[in-house]
């Protein structure tokens, strides 16, 4: 009372506390959100009648939050409905998404300003804001962004996110193919060699922290960034970004293998390149008709013909999406993926003796198939959707007739389902988050009669294996063929006898058993990690060894990794079947520690990583007996791909009843967990039998890193004492058994 009144609001409250969404608390969410949120809504609510109503919000919630800011670009997103919401009613409003304030400010008062500057944001001038300020004000926009931002440089260090249809219209040229910078040799000819030297590390250093997020001033360039936490799936971004900013090619090995800042910029200085020059590279070709096959095709079409009615080689993906969706739309953006993608139009086919990709030009896919479950309650749709997803995923495909591809949408009471199946031979699991990513996209833009902004396209898997084979019939592999030859010449005893019947006789049976890692253990594993020079795969993957090693009564085993085989910037968003397979073997000791049992996976995964270019088909072909085979159980680790999706809440995969070999693990890091399952030959190994297997992965992992100074033996002992010594029974009976050794 007494106080004039109050004709405007200018909302500014703002605090931060970065942290992962898998750290966050309630207390630590609200901490954030609540100056925003509710400062916002409650000024809104008790002041109706203003002459003018100024929100500041961030520009966090039109460009996307640097990593640990999840809660603070909620709260601005909120800000921003609450200026919709006002200009919905009539009222005054400006909500201004403010970008870096330079010398005032959160931002200015932490560390984040350096830290955005490497996604392309720059510090706004006090002088320039508070013009722009003025302006923005007397506009009478509702909602503007006031950004100092690089957007090349804001593209290149967010590509997924700059990918979006949200972002169709900022900076919409594609960026050229990587290729060696004139410009930079020619900036380098002018400077003497300490000025060269400092400016090769400094903007190596730029590139090397905008991929681990990181400050550059805070990375000492003689460190190994193995030590930063780099994994082989960041080596690959890396070494695409190094191509692209300084014409350089490490291979993914070299980095793991700890090179340096300084290094990378000695050789780039002395005009070398890191790894295998670029001369050689997969060239366009024609986008249909017959084209060769794959080593891998190769083998796949010898499985369908064996087993034409096994489900095997088939990948099911279930997109879970937070709407339900229009059949009609749906297949729409089905037929526009089959047209981006050529590899959607391809059959395999024999001619001249000989098996082939046969793409066809038209873009054709069968007539999805629609589930209607809402008429369903709660307590049994799940059940229902289990059972369909599992029947319409165990149909087998006829690798001879394109698409090799279906898909079938489910109907809840809440929201749709997309089940899309596709076989081996057009996909892995790289390309399943392409083909999700494409998918989301494609609806979102369909959805808003907009283009779908998507990365161009500059190759197709058929280019990729004509470049394959040609290295292959060069003989510029036989060096790496020869490798392989000398390390399988002596097989150790195989993880599992022998079966009584070959695999395509059987059916291949199968069954998957959940996995989990806690956060806790992931944790002090990317601890052990740094410590050690290994990443998180080759963590994970030592676990496996010594699980086996414990419960098989076998010190020495091959066990096959999955490498994704994209090292080439150019296929990156191509669909197709890339992933090669790698036998590592390690030769375990009761009286090894598990950080030592990291150490030899490591050097085993990295030397096989060396010599990871000749396809697994071609290595059994002509560097073994025939009939022999050195893998039973396979390893695969990914992490959760960093895009943000418009209709896609969930994907899973779908288990279809069978398995392609003894054991495979699949992992998936997403956050500070670790999920995945055992997928399991059910002739070889009983459910129980898969669920103590399971069990003893995760319990060895923690108990590992909680006693890292115990031997492999005494780790074994401590399992056992804590529940009792169980048997891991085959179904054949108890000849076939195997106990835990220890």
Same mark, same amino acid.
């Given at each position: 009372?007494?106080?004039?009144v109050i004709?405007?609001?200018?909302?500014?409250?703002g605090?931060?506390?970065?942290?992962?969404?898998?750290?966050?608390?309630?207390?630590?969410?609200?901490?954030?959100t609540?100056?925003?949120?509710?400062?916002?809504?409650?000024?809104?609510?008790?002041?109706?009648?203003?002459?003018?109503?100024?929100?500041?919000s961030?520009?966090?919630?039109?460009?996307?939050?640097?990593?640990?800011?999840?809660?603070?670009?909620?709260?601005?997103?909120?800000?921003?409905?609450?200026?919709?919401?006002?200009h919905?009613?009539?009222?005054?409003?400006?909500c201004?998404?403010?970008?870096?304030?330079?010398?005032?400010?959160i931002?200015? %008062? =932490?560390? !984040?300003?350096? /830290?955005? +500057?490497k996604?392309?944001? @720059?510090?706004? #001038?006090?002088?320039?804001?508070? $013009? *722009?300020?003025?302006?923005?004000?007397?506009?009478g926009?509702?909602?503007?962004?006031?950004?100092?931002?690089?957007?090349?440089?804001? %593209? =290149?260090? !967010?590509?997924? /996110?700059? +990918?979006?249809?949200?972002? @169709?219209?900022? #900076?919409?040229v594609?960026?050229? $193919? *990587?290729?060696?910078?004139?410009?930079?040799?020619?900036?380098?000819?002018?400077?003497?060699?300490?000025?060269r030297?400092?400016?090769?590390?400094?903007?190596?250093?730029?590139?090397? +922290?905008?991929?681990?997020?990181?400050?550059? #001033?805070?990375?000492?360039?003689?460190?190994?960034?193995?030590?930063?936490?780099?994994?082989?799936?960041?080596?690959v971004?890396?070494?695409?970004?190094?191509?692209?900013?300084?014409?350089?090619?490490?291979?993914?090995?070299?980095?793991l293998?700890?090179?340096?800042?300084?290094?990378?910029?000695?050789?780039?200085?002395?005009?070398?390149?890191?790894?295998?020059?670029?001369?050689?590279?997969?060239?366009?070709?024609?986008?249909?008709?017959?084209?060769?096959?794959?080593?891998l095709?190769?083998?796949?079409?010898?499985?369908?013909?064996r087993?034409?009615?096994?489900?095997?080689?088939s990948?099911?993906?279930?997109c879970?999406?937070?709407?339900?969706?229009?059949?009609?739309?749906?297949?729409?953006?089905?037929?526009?993926?089959?047209?981006?993608?050529?590899?959607?139009?391809?059959?395999?086919r024999?001619?001249?003796?000989?098996?082939?990709?046969?793409v066809?030009?038209?873009?054709?896919?069968?007539?999805?198939?629609?589930?209607?479950?809402?008429?369903?309650?709660?307590?049994?749709?799940?059940?229902?959707?289990?059972?369909?997803?599992?029947?319409?995923?165990?149909?087998?495909?006829?690798?001879?007739?394109?698409?090799?591809?279906?898909?079938?949408?489910?109907?809840?009471?809440?929201?749709?389902?997309?089940?899309?199946?596709?076989?081996?031979?057009?996909?892995?699991?790289?390309?399943?988050?392409?083909?999700?990513?494409?998918?989301?996209?494609?609806?979102?833009?369909?959805?808003?009669?907009?283009?779908?902004?998507?990365?161009?396209?500059?190759?197709?898997?058929?280019?990729?294996?004509?470049?394959?084979?040609?290295?292959?019939?060069?003989?510029?592999?036989?060096?790496?063929?020869?490798?392989?030859?000398?390390?399988?010449?002596?097989?150790?005893?195989?993880?599992?006898?022998?079966?009584?019947?070959?695999?395509?006789?059987?059916g291949?049976?199968?069954?998957?058993?959940?996995?989990?890692?806690?956060?806790?253990?992931?944790?002090?594993?990317?601890?052990?990690?740094?410590?050690?020079?290994?990443?998180?795969?080759?963590a994970?993957?030592?676990?496996?060894?010594?699980?086996?090693?414990?419960?098989?009564?076998?010190?020495?085993?091959?066990?096959?990794?999955?490498?994704?085989?994209?090292?080439?910037?150019?296929?990156?968003?191509?669909?197709?079947?890339?992933?090669?397979?790698?036998?590592v073997?390690?030769?375990?000791?009761?009286?090894?520690?598990?950080?030592?049992?990291?150490?030899?996976?490591?050097?085993?995964?990295?030397?096989?990583?060396?010599?990871?270019?000749?396809?697994?088909?071609?290595?059994?072909?002509?560097?073994?007996?025939?009939?022999?085979?050195?893998?039973?159980?396979?390893?695969?680790?990914?992490?959760?791909?960093?895009?943000?999706?418009?209709?896609?809440?969930?994907?899973?995969?779908?288990?279809?009843?069978?398995?392609?070999?003894?054991?495979?693990?699949?992992?998936?890091?997403?956050?500070?967990?670790?999920?995945?399952?055992?997928?399991?030959?059910?002739?070889?190994?009983?459910?129980?039998?898969?669920?103590?297997?399971?069990?003893?992965?995760?319990?060895?992992?923690?108990?590992?890193?909680?006693?890292?100074?115990?031997?492999?033996?005494?780790?074994?002992?401590?399992?056992?004492?804590?529940?009792?010594?169980?048997?891991?029974?085959?179904?054949?009976?108890?000849?076939?058994?195997?106990?835990?050794?220890?």
């Amino acid at each position: 009372e007494g106080w004039p009144v109050i004709r405007g609001v200018v909302h500014s409250a703002g605090l931060i506390d970065d942290r992962l969404l898998v750290n966050t608390t309630r207390a630590s969410l609200l901490k954030v959100t609540r100056p925003k949120m509710r400062g916002a809504w409650h000024l809104h609510d008790s002041l109706p009648d203003l002459d003018f109503f100024i929100l500041y919000s961030s520009a966090t919630s039109l460009v996307g939050a640097t990593l640990g800011q999840g809660n603070y670009g909620a709260a601005n997103a909120f800000v921003d409905a609450v200026a919709r919401h006002r200009h919905a009613l009539g009222v005054p409003v400006t909500c201004i998404n403010w970008g870096i304030w330079g010398g005032s400010g959160i931002v200015a %008062r =932490s560390d !984040l300003g350096s /830290l955005m +500057a490497k996604t392309g944001l @720059s510090p706004i #001038d006090e002088r320039d804001g508070f $013009a *722009a300020l003025e302006r923005a004000v007397t506009a009478g926009v509702a909602q503007l962004g006031i950004i100092a931002v690089d957007w090349p440089r804001w %593209r =290149s260090a !967010l590509p997924t /996110l700059a +990918a979006q249809p949200y972002y @169709s219209l900022v #900076d919409p040229v594609q960026a050229p $193919a *990587a290729a060696p910078s004139p410009d930079l040799d020619r900036a380098l000819e002018k400077l003497d060699a300490p000025a060269r030297h400092a400016h090769l590390v400094r903007t190596t250093s730029e590139i090397v +922290a905008s991929i681990a997020r990181m400050d550059p #001033d805070t990375i000492d360039p003689d460190r190994p960034l193995n030590d930063l936490g780099l994994d082989s799936i960041m080596a690959v971004e890396l070494k695409h970004r190094l191509e692209a900013q300084l014409g350089s090619s490490p291979s993914v090995v070299e980095l793991l293998r700890g090179a340096s800042i300084t290094k990378i910029a000695n050789q780039r200085g002395a005009a070398a390149v890191l790894g295998t020059p670029l001369s050689r590279t997969p060239t366009p070709g024609p986008t249909h008709g017959l084209r060769r096959a794959s080593s891998l095709q190769t083998a796949l079409w010898g499985v369908q013909q064996r087993a034409p009615a096994s489900p095997v080689y088939s990948l099911p993906i279930a997109c879970h999406l937070s709407i339900r969706i229009d059949p009609t739309r749906f297949e729409e953006v089905l037929l526009a993926l089959v047209r981006r993608h050529p590899v959607l139009r391809t059959a395999l086919r024999l001619a001249d003796n000989r098996l082939w990709q046969s793409v066809s030009e038209e873009a054709i896919l069968p007539r999805p198939g629609v589930v209607d479950l809402s008429m369903l309650d709660a307590a049994t749709v799940d059940r229902a959707l289990a059972d369909e997803m599992r029947r319409w995923a165990s149909v087998p495909f006829d690798v001879a007739q394109a698409p090799m591809m279906r898909a079938t949408l489910f109907d809840t009471p809440t929201h749709s389902i997309c089940l899309m199946n596709l076989h081996h031979a057009v996909i892995d699991g790289w390309s399943a988050s392409v083909l999700v990513r494409d998918l989301d996209a494609l609806y979102a833009a369909s959805a808003a009669g907009e283009t779908p902004a998507l990365p161009a396209l500059e190759l197709s898997f058929a280019d990729f294996v004509d470049w394959e084979q040609d290295r292959l019939d060069r003989g510029e592999l036989d060096e790496q063929l020869a490798y392989w030859r000398e390390k399988l010449a002596d097989l150790p005893p195989p993880i599992f006898k022998e079966p009584l019947a070959p695999p395509p006789l059987r059916g291949f049976p199968g069954r998957q058993q959940l996995a989990v890692v806690d956060a806790d253990v992931v944790r002090q594993l990317d601890s052990l990690c740094r410590d050690t020079g290994a990443t998180m795969f080759m963590a994970l993957f030592a676990g496996l060894f010594a699980t086996l090693f414990g419960t098989r009564h076998l010190p020495s085993m091959t066990i096959g990794a999955a490498r994704s085989n994209r090292d080439l910037a150019s296929l990156q968003n191509v669909l197709g079947c890339f992933v090669n397979l790698l036998a590592v073997r390690a030769d375990l000791g009761t009286e090894d520690r598990f950080v030592d049992v990291v150490k030899k996976v490591r050097n085993a995964t990295i030397d096989a990583f060396d010599h990871c270019e000749v396809p697994y088909e071609h290595v059994t072909r002509h560097a073994l007996p025939p009939g022999a085979a050195p893998i039973q159980a396979v390893f695969v680790f990914k992490t959760t791909p960093q895009w943000l999706p418009a209709v896609v809440t969930r994907v899973e995969q779908v288990e279809n009843g069978t398995s392609k070999y003894e054991l495979s693990v699949d992992l998936t890091r997403s956050g500070d967990v670790v999920r995945g399952f055992f997928e399991y030959d059910s002739d070889r190994l009983s459910a129980h039998a898969a669920t103590l297997l399971a069990e003893f992965y995760s319990s060895f992992l923690r108990t590992a890193v909680e006693t890292p100074g115990a031997t492999l033996g005494q780790l074994f002992a401590t399992l056992l004492k804590s529940s009792a010594p169980s048997s891991i029974v085959g179904s054949q009976g108890d000849d076939e058994s195997e106990r835990f050794a220890f």
